[in-house]
């Protein structure tokens, strides 16, 4: 059977782990997957994390299983943090998954069964594996206009236009914050004109929220998926808490939809967890669990959101020192629009060969499309840093 298969092709961000793993040089630097690093460069387990699995070992008196939802008061609290406090509840419905990739290949499913003509749209660029996840589901999938290269901004008018010829029934992907791979979000004012349009040509929204807190703070950054909700009938959404919990390979994530109506929401929750059932059944515990324990203790919470608020600062400078030491060596404002971006990721706007000099000749690892992770940063080698990407250039 397996001589009819052909290699597969590698995945751009997982192939570049492995490149670097083996790269034996000491100066090396990882700006490819993304991981939050600190100071040291290590991936700390937050601290209300931590104090969550110590609970969580003292009073856990079973493994046994939990259902096909996964654990309903993470579900219940995750509809908070994703939707506020304002969130119509009657209509909204969340099941646990595997990280936000679990949720994404769920409502994937999700939509190749209530529509299986729909073609999805995801914005140009986007994460690479969301075509491949879409695709896997069955669905089409297209791009639609959204990076402005030229100013590291969104091109709102083109985007606009490219929505309004769409068709009905379609279903629209977009990036609740902290677009990745490019830092290029949307305004609230344009999450607006977004929403509208979506309502008014019968779009769906489907809202990829990896990041939530990375970005303008953790409620902030779900201010125009808020909007959505408020504005549209129906929408899925993909909750992530790999990095604003920092669980990553424990995976921990929400598929989230809002019903236009009671009855619906719960007959499209019921078919969701039916779908979950012929994928992994019941999803991991170990995560959502802590997850859980966090946002229930009032002071668990209160260190959770003041540590993530940390790492968002500590990226936002990074950011900045970044661009400043940029101007620096470049003598332009060419790499300016660093600091004016937000989340983890943005590109540094350079080409493949210029990529790949600077793994060859300088141990810097960035994504192929330019891509670096912030939080890789060098907080105190960013001169050092610039010099060698501009002596790439
Ligand atoms: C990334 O884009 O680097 C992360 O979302 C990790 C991944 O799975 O690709």
Known sequence: MFETLQPAAPDGILMLMSLYRDDPRAGKLDLGVGVYKDVDGK?????????AERRLHKSQATKSYLGLAGDTVFNELMIGVVFGDKADRARLRAAQTPGGTGALRLLADLIRLSRPDATVWVPDPTWPNHMPILRAAGLKAQTYA????????????AMTEALEAIPAGDVVLLHGCCHNPTGADLSLDQWRSVARLLAERGLTPFVDIAYQGFGE???QDAAGLRILAETVPELLAAASCSKNFSVYRDRAGAALILGSNKAEADTAYGQLLGIARGIWSMPPDHAAACVRIV????DLRTDWKAELEAVRQRMMSLRQGFADALRRHSNSDRFDFIARQRGMFSRLGISAEQVAKLRADHGVYIVGDSRFNVAGLPGDRLDDLAAKIVSVL
């Open 43 to 51: 991936t700390p387990v937050m601290r209300a994390v931590r104090e």
């Open 146 to 157: 959204y990076f402005d290269a030229e100013n590291g901004g969104v091109r709102f008018d």
């Open 217 to 219: 703070g953790l409620e």
């Open 295 to 298: 946002l229930e203790d009032d």
